[in-house]
C-alpha cells in the first residue's frame, strides 16, 4: 500500500486574513520608508483598500504573499505626488543622528546615495535630475559606499 502524499498548497487569503497577518508588518516597513507613523498608518489604509483588485496576484501560489505585498507599497509610494513641503531634487529627510552612516556623508553623498539605492534611481537619470556629470555622481556614490564600508 502506498503512503498518502500531502500536498501543501498555499492558502487563498481573503482581505481580513492579509490584514491579521501581515498589517503590523506592512506598517512597520512603511513607517521606516516615511519616517512618519501617522503617515505610514494612512498608507497603509490606502494600499489595504487597493488589495481587492491585486487578490489573484497575492493568492498565486508561485509568488510569496509578503513580497507581494511589499511591491504593491512601493508602489503605491512611488505613484504619490510629491508632497508641498518637499525638499527639491532628490533631497532627503533623514533625522540627525537616526542613521550612523548618513551622519558621516555630506548632504550630496546621501541625495546620491538614498536615491541610487532606494529610489532606484540610475546614475545617468540622476545626474540629469541634479543637473551634474555623471563621472561626478559616480565618485559620489563610490564616497558615500566607502563611509558605510569603513564604518562596518
Not at 16 to 27: F, G, V
Not at 98 to 106: L, P, R
Request: with cysteine; hydrophobic share 35%.
Amino acid at each position: 500500500m502506498e503512503p498518502q502524499r500531502q500536498i501543501l498548497l498555499k492558502p487563498s487569503y481573503t482581505l481580513h486574513d492579509l490584514y491579521d497577518r501581515y498589517a503590523d508588518k506592512l506598517l512597520g516597513y512603511l513607517s521606516e520608508i516615511v519616517k512618519d507613523h501617522r503617515l505610514a498608518e494612512q498608507h497603509l489604509v490606502n494600499i489595504f483598500n487597493n488589495i481587492p483588485q491585486h487578490l489573484n496576484e497575492l493568492n498565486n501560489a508561485d509568488t510569496n504573499t509578503w513580497c507581494q505585498l511589499q511591491r504593491l507599497a512601493k508602489k503605491h509610494l512611488i505613484s504619490l505626488p510629491v508632497a508641498k513641503h518637499a525638499k527639491p531634487a532628490g533631497a532627503i529627510t533623514i533625522e540627525p543622528g537616526s542613521n550612523k552612516f548618513f551622519d558621516q556623508m555630506t548632504n550630496e553623498q546621501q541625495v546620491v546615495f538614498y536615491n541610487v539605492y532606494y529610489n532606484s534611481k540610475t546614475i545617468t537619470q540622476l545626474a540629469e535630475e541634479l543637473n551634474k556629470p555623471v563621472e561626478l555622481i559616480r565618485k559620489t556614490l563610490r564616497e558615500a559606499i566607502a563611509i558605510i564600508r569603513k564604518g562596518t
